[in-house]
């Protein structure tokens, strides 16, 4: 089974501090994905990486980073965090293929910024 | 604009019944259409898949057709258990570019089976 882990499931941090998210996948998968999710507004895309060292913006980018320096590893990083980036963070993979790209998605890391 | 519209009223259904949710979507061409499934403090997982060309695809319990003409997904689960209640996720993928696919996710639907 494909398991996709995050460093903390409950994070809590002041205004103005850097935050670091990890997500480890464990199926050698090539595309990994950062998401938020907020009441109302669903999933939304952050940042993507389909390979060591790439990335890409999604939908949401402004006031967050991303670093992928190892295939099963891949960091989100709050430079300043502020209140409004206090939400529940997904991380997920998937193995590019041509037939099907679901994604496995981590158990979530619910950040609250005070 | 690109819209996905997923009912985001409850559905609240007895055990045993049919139940349907529904995915709209408007300005899209997807390639695909994913249905996820999201117990509560959880990620998504991952239900079934389905194909632009293809009509209908079943799994067990749950059946997923898929109207391009309507732009409309709907997702059935039959025989309905209150462990299928859950909140549900369509996603959609625009464009596969090869590169990674970028879902974009509906806001979800909450399913409630009474006993």
């Known amino acids: 089974d494909v398991k996709v882990t995050q460093s903390s499931r409950y994070l809590v941090k002041r205004t103005g501090e850097k935050v670091f998210l990890e997500c480890v996948q464990d199926?050698?998968?090539?595309?990994m994905f950062w998401y938020r999710q907020d009441p109302g507004l669903g999933l939304r895309l952050i940042y993507f990486?389909?390979?060591?060292?790439?990335?890409e913006k999604g939908d949401i980018p402004e006031g967050y980073s991303v670093s992928r320096e190892k295939k099963e590893r891949f960091s989100l990083i709050l430079e300043s965090a502020s209140t409004n980036q206090t939400s529940m963070y997904l991380c997920?993979?998937?193995?590019?293929?041509?037939?099907?790209?679901?994604?496995?998605f981590g158990p979530g890391t619910r950040l609250t910024v005070t | 604009s690109q819209k996905i519209e997923q009912n985001s009223e409850a559905l609240n259904i007895q055990e045993g019944k049919t139940a349907t949710l529904t995915c709209n979507y408007t300005?899209?061409?997807?390639?695909?259409l994913q249905w996820y499934r999201q117990d509560p403090g959880r990620g998504p997982v991952f239900l079934l898949l389905i194909r632009e060309n293809e009509k209908e695809k079943r799994k067990e319990r749950l059946k997923v057709t898929f109207d391009t003409t309507l732009k409309q997904s709907l997702f059935h689960i039959t025989a309905s258990q209150p462990a299928d209640s859950a909140t549900y996720l369509c996603?959609?993928?625009?464009?596969?570019?090869?590169?990674?696919?970028?879902?974009?996710f509906g806001t979800g639907t909450r399913l409630q089976v009474t006993l």
């Open positions: 199926m050698d998968h090539e595309n």
């Open positions: 300005n899209y061409s997807p390639a695909y």
């Open positions: 997920a993979s998937s193995l590019r293929t041509s037939l099907t790209e679901e994604q496995y």
């Open positions: 990486s389909y390979d060591v060292k790439m990335k």
């Open positions: 996603a959609l993928d625009p464009i596969n570019t090869g590169t990674a696919s970028k879902l974009t």
